[in-house]
């Protein structure tokens, strides 16, 4: 009889009592064998033990929840392999069926040839070992990453906690700088207390000083009661604001006097409120050239960095791809129909190869759409849609910056998004999900108007009869909800 180390642990998992002879013969060859006999005691077992090898018995008297219920554990622990024993006649049963080959390596049938059991037990054990180690706990969303760029992050994010200064993070989209500003908060003394983000791009302008600093009952149209802004709700924590650099000048004169004087003023009030809150902004835009342009407060600049960072590109992070695509697939991995165990190494071979424009992003975005695409066991680079460009071919591009690209990109789908609402602004800004007044301002920005698509100018609602850009505060303003949420997290 084959014989192994006892340091071999193994889950046996049946729904109720059933022969111990087969758990003996398991014993006997050194395994730790551990006998469950509901899922909840399992599910406990392997998430607080390194357990290598699952065993299911299945007698045929197993409810069908029961068998659903035990897919559904099977999946979710995807560092354990599985080995079935089955009686014969359940091989007759379509979803027994499919059980076995979704999600076990090996099935054994009654009764079971103990050589040739111990044999297959010994072959699950051996590919359990080869399966990544590194894999991200799921639902801890902290920094990951073992390159020198990710350390270097980590070890300035440590440093930067310790201190309640303004802090800037600077990077392209998609590189989590988000992330970065709640690593920091954790980090720091003021974990405990709130952390508010807010995306600055995604306010109405004609709401954003409301949003930020909060409002008396009766200070405009439809403020029915008082609210709390998000500077005020982030008192004694830190409030984040993403996207810094598209915030309107009158509302940087704001940020600027709440940053030098600790306090804010109300919309419709008179007093003054102490404001104790550690602020970290964030912007893909090069903020020194907008402040020579005149986009952006030189003043404001300065008072925001105090301290910086700036978060890699993805493709700075070279080493970080794989472990950060085996978390994003343990994360998602229950969108998918069948249990998928990894990456062919051509897929990691492309990822590693692509140039990432969108970052850690579009790398989630991108396993989420395989895992959706992968009819196999392993995702492939056709499941992930990605070119596999060489970098040689790559370089053979004109380089171009990201805010030429991302610029081009928001003309065109502002374009494409009016033609298909004929020149209907309401329309057209349902279309790319974000509010008409964030729509007139991007409009204006690239030089746009509404009658360049509509088929009657005068029929098209927020434009005028000469077709440029109008954007009425009043009429904004009167959209304002009687009775605004208190979410401190504000994104699309």
Not at 31 to 46: E, K, P, T, Y
Not at 64 to 83: I, K, P
Not at 342 to 350: I, V
Request: charged share 25%; aromatic share 6%; proline share 5%.
């Amino acid at each position: 009889m084959v014989t192994f180390q006892n340091d071999r642990r193994l889950v046996c998992l049946h729904h109720h009592a059933s022969d111990c002879s087969l758990v003996r013969v398991v014993e006997a060859a050194g395994w730790q064998v551990h006998s469950i006999h509901d899922l909840a005691g399992a599910r406990a077992l392997i998430k607080g033990k390194e357990i290598d090898i699952g065993l299911v018995l299945l007698s045929g008297a197993e409810p069908e929840d029961w068998l659903r219920q035990s897919e559904d554990l099977l999946s979710r622990f995807s560092g354990t392999e599985w080995v079935a024993v089955v009686s014969v006649e359940l091989l007759d049963c379509p979803m027994t069926r499919d059980f076995l080959a979704a999600h076990f390596l090996d099935f054994h049938t009654l009764p079971v040839d103990p050589d040739r059991f111990l044999h297959s037990l010994g072959h699950a054990y051996g590919m359990a070992t080869l399966l990544p180690t590194t894999r991200p706990a799921i639902g801890k969303e902290r920094i990951i990453g073992s390159s020198e760029s990710s350390r270097l992050l980590i070890n300035e994010l440590d440093k930067v906690a310790r201190v309640n200064a303004p802090l800037l993070i600077t990077g392209e989209s998609g590189t989590g700088k988000e992330l970065a500003a709640r690593e920091v908060h954790i980090r720091s003394d003021l974990h405990e207390a709130p952390f508010v983000a807010v995306n600055c791009v995604e306010l109405p302008p004609s709401l954003i000083h409301a949003e930020l600093f909060g409002y008396e009952k009766g200070a405009f149209t439809g403020a029915n009661r008082r609210k709390i802004g998000y500077l005020e709700q982030a008192c004694g924590g830190t409030i984040f604001l993403d996207e810094i650099g598209d915030l309107p000048i009158d509302l940087q004169i704001l940020l600027l006097r709440f940053l030098e004087q600790k306090s804010i003023r109300r919309v419709g009030g008179v007093d003054d409120i102490p404001v104790d809150a550690r602020v970290i902004a964030a912007t893909h835009v090069n903020l020194p050239m907008a402040a020579q342009e005149g986009r952006f407060r030189e003043d404001l600049f300065h008072r925001l960095n105090v301290l910086h960072i700036h978060t890699p590109a993805l493709r700075e992070r070279n080493e970080d791809i794989e472990q950060l695509a085996l978390h994003f697939l343990d994360k998602f991995s229950h969108e998918s129909s069948i249990e998928v165990r990894g990456f062919t190494r051509s897929a990691l071979d492309a990822m590693r190869r692509y140039f990432w424009p969108g970052n850690i992003r579009e790398l989630m975005n991108r396993i989420r759409r395989a895992l959706v695409m992968c009819s196999g066991r392993l995702i492939t680079v056709a499941d992930l849609g990605i070119q596999d460009k060489t970098p040689a071919a790559r370089d053979l591009l004109p380089p171009r910056s990201l805010e030429v690209v991302r610029a081009e990109a928001e003309r065109t789908a502002i374009s494409e998004a009016l033609e298909h609402a004929n020149g209907h602004a309401n329309q057209a800004a349902e279309l790319l999900e974000i509010s008409r007044a964030s729509l007139y301002r991007l409009m204006e920005k690239h030089g746009l108007r509404i009658a360049d698509w509509a088929a009657n100018p005068a029929n098209c609602q927020g434009s005028d009869p000469g077709g440029s850009v109008s954007g009425s505060s009043e009429n904004d303003e009167t959209q304002l909800s009687p009775d605004p949420s208190p979410a401190l997290r504000l994104r699309h």
